[in-house]
């Protein structure tokens, strides 16, 4: 059974750090681009970071750049989001999702996703 499943998540002060990760499992990680989303309440899913699946580029939104860092496992069957200097507005679900027909990122559109871990930013 292809399968992503998350975890990591929780709540955590501004300015702190989390360490999100995404194990895969039923298919050849590394050979997909994997990606993570997050989707706040009353907002449309955004992508967040990317790693592909050639050379393992990584690829952030503007609003995370310098924060967050996306990286594969030795094992290469996890792939692992470090989020430090959390805002607020950083708060939302977070959802890896794999794609083999793309090099880059994931496509929004792609059938492999997790269930997704909550990351709450707050005092």
């Known amino acids: 059974e292809v399968q992503l499943v998350e975890s990591g998540g929780g709540l955590v002060q501004p300015g702190g750090s989390l360490r999100l990760s995404c194990a895969a499992s039923g298919f050849t990680a590394e050979s997909y681009s994997i990606g993570w989303f997050r989707q706040a309440p009353g907002k449309q899913r955004e992508r967040v970071a990317c790693?592909?699946?050639?050379?393992?580029?990584?690829y952030y939104a503007q609003s995370v750049m310098g924060r967050f860092t996306i990286s594969r496992g030795s094992a290469k069957d996890t792939v692992h989001l470090q989020m430090n200097a959390l805002k607020p507005e950083d708060t939302a679900v977070y959802y890896c999702a794999a794609d083999s027909t793309t090099v880059d990122c994931p496509r929004v559109q792609t059938d492999i996703w997790g269930q997704g871990t909550q990351v709450t930013v707050s005092l």
């Open positions: 790693i592909g699946s050639v050379d393992d580029t990584a």
